[in-house]
């Protein structure tokens, strides 16, 4: 049996018990096996709304509009016949919003288009980039989705409503201003979220200097300038305004250094990325460093206090992750259902360490390209955590009760994509999924690739699962919350950013907190120019009395490019207590290298881990 690290629970609830949960898959066009230009005939769609493409549909699920009856989706369309047709406007990146409950929009279809047929000049592009409808989120007020780096407004009319059409609708582009004069295109943001006071977003943002790739999340408001003067575009637009940078400068580092001792701080607000707002809307959740040696979790933190919480602490990856609206359950995309990230994370309690140089190596393990291994869970707000008695609660599985048979709603071909979200009333939740398909299965890869049983043959699919048991939340908007956040640092347009605090070469010691320590070297790599190994031995450690560790561990890693990370590792370690573990690298140790974009998996060498008898391994080359 597998035993996860013991939480405190003297004051948290009984584990929730399982409860029933429905699972259906919802309308979308249907599929034209001609995508050139007037493929998607009367015979593929006798309604002439539009056609999608088998293997080329784009499709990326959103959220629900405040009326429950609806879900946002963005999708591409192909196959449109040539203008002046009326169905001409069904094509390319879209806007939609498809009915949940069975019924049909006037025209027959259970699928409406936002966006096509908008007028050239109430929509614009910029940044140097083409439209991007990622993670489409409705606004409480049913007339707005922010959608990517735009949003799509349809003025006084509902969005699902037969008065929203498309002479209605603007799509506003979303600029961040990054130069003090107010010039130029504006910053390159990212995994845009909305707040549900429904004025302010986070977002992330990337840099880059010479070999190396970092990332901030931030906090801002959003504010309609409808004749702007500086920047581009030079159209009606949303900025960015009270922009805040999700970094303490003053708080503790992640690891702190007093002579040849070392700290590792659990209260130090490390914003790796950010994932989103909560329910309530005043907590943001987010990826950091650690809490245990390669075990990548959700964390929380107080946009008013600064107090950090930890969500998840299964070994398996975790990243998306959506809240209801009272706060009180947590919907996740994990890995938890493949046990892909056991090899790396099985063995619990050892402390983030390595983890300084390849976080971002191992969090790229969780995918095979565009394949990601999650599943969709729900787990209550105190999150997965073992009992006294042996009980673990991790949570439900939502998609959990299908047979498994091709199709299937837990067919595990089928791999839940970002953001799963709650409907306001918490009783439902969205989500949407794509098929694994060549290269990431078949050929040289072990993975058979199997066949759609999808209309059309098409491989994603927008889902909707319903919490039959529950009765509806009596929803209440969300009072609007300060620009300022006390902890975060106020951004100024054009200042560089932050250097985190990092420990110096040397000799250290950690004591645990319960018992033994460890001896760690942090050496300089061959340029002299950074950190580029980390050692460590480990005497009877232990930080929660639960698992003590001895044995050796060492790491290197180097970035031949700003997203390649190559990495030798060289493990033996053991573990007592409420388990008995071992991670050990084969002769000559484990070698790996892995692009934080591209997520393929090559190493030589092996790393296994072992948890009371259960042996994992890493993947094969390649899967």
């Not at 048991?469 to 006390?486: G, H, M, T, Y």
């Not at 560089?496 to 070297?521: D, H, K």
Request: hydrophobic residues 30%; charged residues 15%.
């Amino acid at each position: 049996m597998l035993i996860y690290r013991r939480s405190n629970t003297s004051a948290l609830p009984l584990p929730p018990k399982p409860e029933p949960i429905v699972v259906v898959e919802l309308p979308i066009p249907p599929v034209t096996a001609d995508e050139t230009e007037g493929g998607c005939t009367s015979e593929v769609n006798p309604y002439g709304t539009g056609c999608i493409g088998a293997t080329s549909s784009g499709l990326l699920g959103g959220n629900f509009l405040p009326d429950g009856k609806h879900v946002t989706a963005s999708l591409t369309y192909a196959g449109a016949p040539a203008a002046p047709d009326p169905a001409s406007i069904y094509t390319g990146l879209q806007l939609i919003t498809v009915k949940v409950d069975g019924t049909v929009f006037p025209n027959g279809d259970p699928w409406k288009c936002i966006t096509c047929g908008v007028p050239a000049d109430q929509q614009v592009s910029f940044n140097g980039s083409t439209t991007d409808y990622q993670y489409p989120q409705a606004f409480t007020d049913g007339v707005r989705v922010l959608a990517g780096e735009w949003i799509i407004d349809c003025g006084s009319e509902q969005l699902a409503s037969p008065e929203c059409t498309p002479d209605k609708v603007h799509i506003y582009p979303i600029r961040w201003n990054v130069t003090p004069d107010g010039s130029g295109a504006g910053g390159s943001i990212r995994e845009l979220r909305k707040h549900p006071d429904d004025v302010h977003i986070s977002f992330n943002a990337l840099t880059y200097s010479g070999v190396s790739t970092s990332q901030f999340g931030y906090f801002a408001r959003l504010q309609f300038n409808p004749s702007p003067t500086t920047g581009t575009p030079l159209t009606p637009r949303y900025d960015l305004v009270n922009v805040t940078m999700l970094y303490d400068l003053d708080g503790l580092p992640t690891i702190s250094v007093d002579g040849n001792n070392l700290t590792i701080n659990s209260q130090a607000i490390v914003v790796g990325e950010v994932r989103g707002l909560s329910g309530l809307g005043h907590q943001v959740h987010y990826i950091e460093f650690p809490a245990e040696s390669c075990n990548i979790d959700i964390f929380r933190v107080s946009l008013v206090t600064g107090e950090v919480t930890r969500v998840t602490s299964d070994p398996e990856y975790v990243d998306p992750i959506d809240t209801s609206s009272d706060g009180n359950w947590i919907v996740i995309m994990d890995t938890t259902t493949t046990n892909r990230m056991m090899f790396l994370a099985g063995m619990r309690g050892i402390p983030p360490l390595i983890d300084t140089l390849i976080t971002g190596a191992v969090s790229s393990v969780r995918n095979n390209g565009i394949r990601r291994f999650f599943q969709p869970w729900i787990v209550d707000r105190y999150g997965d955590r073992y009992y006294d008695d042996g009980e673990y609660y991790q949570g439900q599985q939502l998609n959990g009760a299908g047979d498994g048979s091709p199709g299937s709603v837990n067919d595990d071909n089928w791999n839940g994509m970002a953001d799963p979200r709650w409907s306001l009333d918490g009783t439902r939740i969205t989500y949407f999924q794509t098929l694994v398909q060549a290269p990431n299965c078949g050929g040289v890869n072990p993975l058979p690739c199997p066949n759609s049983t999808e209309p059309g043959g098409r491989t994603v699919r927008l889902m909707m699962a319903t919490l039959t048991s529950r009765q509806p939340l009596k929803w209440e908007p969300v009072p609007l919350v300060s620009d300022v956040i006390p902890w975060g640092r106020e951004y100024v347009p054009g200042s560089a950013n932050p250097v985190a605090t990092t420990v110096p070469a040397g000799n250290y010691t950690l004591s645990g907190n319960v018992s033994g320590y460890a001896e760690v070297g942090f050496i300089m790599n061959s340029a002299n120019t950074s950190i580029g190994t980390v050692a460590a031995t480990y005497y009877n450690y232990s930080d929660n009395g639960e698992n003590y560790i001895s044995g050796t561990e060492q790491v290197a890693a180097s970035s031949p490019s700003a997203t390649l990370i190559h990495v030798d590792w060289y493990s033996d370690l053991h573990s007592t207590g409420i388990s008995n573990s071992s991670k050990i690298t084969g002769p000559g140790g484990f070698h790996f290298e892995i692009d934080l974009e591209e997520n393929k998996f090559y190493a030589n060498g092996s790393l296994t881990t072992i948890v009371d008898g259960v042996v994992y391994t890493q993947p094969a080359n390649g899967s």
